[in-house]
């Protein structure tokens, strides 16, 4: 049990239509980051939040969105959903970027 | 494109066998981090390396960091089914973790 709870657990889109993704993390966990993990894959960086700005961001398209909350809640935004967008999406928070992160297990976003 | 090659990419054993998991690099990272994901689960994490050549050992895994602090080993000794999962190895450099590209373990009874 991480703390890390994310909505949905899985979730099923046509391309073009758009998506919101939601993650709860623990008191006091002031950076969030949001990975995605294509099939059979790592998870790759898409970008990190801390104390509501970001901080950080991987090598994903302006579609790719994000917002922190001051209640330790966040949302990843994905616009114009394209099929390789098809993947488990993972939340990751803790008190600071220097300390170990704690993974939600996911939401799966199918895209057909 | 991963900056983190994991191998083997899959990994097939008899219980009670010893394996070898290998993670390489070019670049050079602050930390290592090795994780575990079970089906439908979020990465949990194993261990944490910072030091050149640190070894750690958690039970039957053993982690070791290389002297450059590019690549790292995760060893496990009398291989349990239990062991079964993905193992992913993450570098951090900037307080930014990147994952590589992960390696299935699966220990046949």
């Known amino acids: 049990e991480t703390g890390v709870t994310q909505s949905p657990t899985h979730l099923i889109k046509t391309r073009g239509q758009q998506v919101t993704l939601r993650c709860s993390s623990q008191?006091?966990?002031?950076?969030v980051s949001w990975y995605q993990q294509a099939l059979g894959q790592g998870p790759q960086f898409i970008f990190q939040?801390?104390?509501?700005?970001?901080?950080g961001r991987g090598n994903f398209p302006p579609r790719f969105s994000g917002l922190q909350f001051p209640n330790y809640s966040s949302e990843l935004n994905v616009n114009a959903l394209e099929l390789d967008d098809s993947a488990l999406y993972l939340c990751a928070s803790s008190t600071d970027s220097t300390q170990p992160q704690h993974f939600g297990d996911g939401t799966r976003l199918s895209i057909l | 494109t991963q900056l983190l090659e994991q191998s083997p990419q899959f990994l097939s054993i008899q219980e009670g066998e010893n394996l070898t998991v290998y993670c390489n690099s070019s670049?050079?990272?602050?930390?290592l981090q090795w994780y575990r994901q079970e089906p439908g689960e979020g990465p949990v994490l194993l261990v944490t390396v910072v030091t050149g050549g640190e070894v750690k050992k958690l039970k039957r895994l053993t982690f070791q960091f290389g002297d450059a602090r590019k690549d790292s080993s995760l060893h496990i000794t009398a291989a349990q089914p239990g062991d079964t999962g993905l193992y992913l190895c993450a570098g951090e450099r900037n307080e930014k973790l990147t994952f590589g590209t992960g390696t299935r373990l699966t220990i046949i009874p």
């Open positions: 939040y801390y104390r509501e700005e970001e901080n």
């Open positions: 008191s006091g966990h002031n950076t």
């Open positions: 670049s050079v990272f602050s930390s």
